[in-house]
């Protein structure tokens, strides 16, 4: 055991490293992000937001901005430097399981127990395209 990071008041649902390797960032049934400095343990930033626990998180490949996934239905964006939230994306009409950004940072795909795929443009905030046809919901997403 190398550090125990603690700060969470309910159980940690997921974490995501910075590409750096530098933060990472947790999710938690508290309904909070949490970023962490990876060497000291050191609590950098609490997020807060969503009305709901936080399923997941994923770091922009640029490393400046954050994104998490919700029980309440919506995905944040985040600038990480700041912590302000700079975009709210709705359109599914379940809980939000999993995100994550393209190689290139500009889209984000989204699963959710609503048992759809979404594409979003990430600076405009709009939604590119809804993928139907699962008979379950969708859990997981690497892109």
């Known amino acids: 055991l190398l550090k125990s990071l603690t700060g969470h008041s309910d159980r940690v649902i997921s974490v ?8 990472l960032a947790s999710a ?3 309904k909070t992000i949490k ?3 990876v060497s000291s343990g050191k609590l950098l930033k609490s997020l807060t937001g969503h009305s709901s626990a936080v399923f997941n ?7 400046h ?3 998490s996934a919700s029980y309440d239905k919506t995905i944040k964006i985040w600038d990480v430097s700041s912590g302000q939230l700079l975009k709210s ?3 599914h ?8 950004y393209s190689p290139n940072g500009q889209k984000l795909a989204s699963t959710s127990w609503d048992k759809t795929i979404k594409i979003w443009n990430v600076s405009s905030g709009q939604l590119l395209k809804s993928l139907t046809g699962h008979s379950s919901e969708v859990n ?3 892109y």
């Open 16 to 23: 995501a490293y910075s590409l750096n390797g530098q933060q």
């Open 28 to 30: 938690s049934y508290d």
């Open 35 to 37: 970023i962490w400095d």
């Open 57 to 63: 998180v994923a770091y922009s490949p640029n490393g």
């Open 65 to 67: 901005q954050l994104a």
């Open 89 to 91: 994306l709705t359109g």
């Open 93 to 100: 009409s379940h809980r939000v399981s999993s995100i994550a």
């Open 140 to 142: 997981s997403i690497t």
